[in-house]
Nanobody, 122 residues
Framework: QLQASGGGLVQPGGSLRLSCAAS????????ISWFRQAPGREREAISC????????DYADSVKARFTISRDSAKNSVYLQMNNLKPEDTAVYYC?????????????????WGQGTQVTVSS
């Protein structure tokens, strides 16, 4: 099970840190990805961290602004989001896959968090 949290309302240029807490499995043993979906748009894979390694990947839309990290002691993955833009407004989901690659195919993911709303607006 995954529990996503940390969303909220923030002004453009602001920051938020999303958390994805795992229970029932070790987060380090799974590739964890963050997805987002804005109204009327397809779900977008934006970041991932590969299981048992520190290898990360980012979509071009968030590269250099977002940072994914893992804390095995807390069994959680985080997404630090800086310099937020209105186009970052979406529901953000974390998901866990057994595959050892950053996959954008949602069917590869075994567990999904419930989603947390991020709204960037002045």
């Amino acid at each position: 099970q995954l529990q996503a949290s940390g969303g909220g309302l923030v002004q453009p240029g602001g920051s938020l840190r999303l958390s994805c807490a795992a229970s029932g499995f070790a987060v380090r043993s799974y590739t964890i990805s963050w997805f987002r979906q804005a109204p009327g748009r397809e779900r977008e894979a934006i970041s991932c961290i590969i299981r048992t390694s520190s290898t990360t990947d980012y979509a071009d839309s968030v590269k250099a602004r977002f940072t994914i990290s893992r804390d095995s002691a807390k069994n959680s993955v985080y997404l630090q989001m800086n310099n937020l833009k209105p186009e970052d407004t979406a529901v953000y989901y974390c998901a866990a896959a057994a595959r050892g690659i950053c996959t954008r195919d949602g069917s590869d993911y075994r567990w999904w968090g419930q989603g947390t709303q991020v709204t960037v607006s002045s």
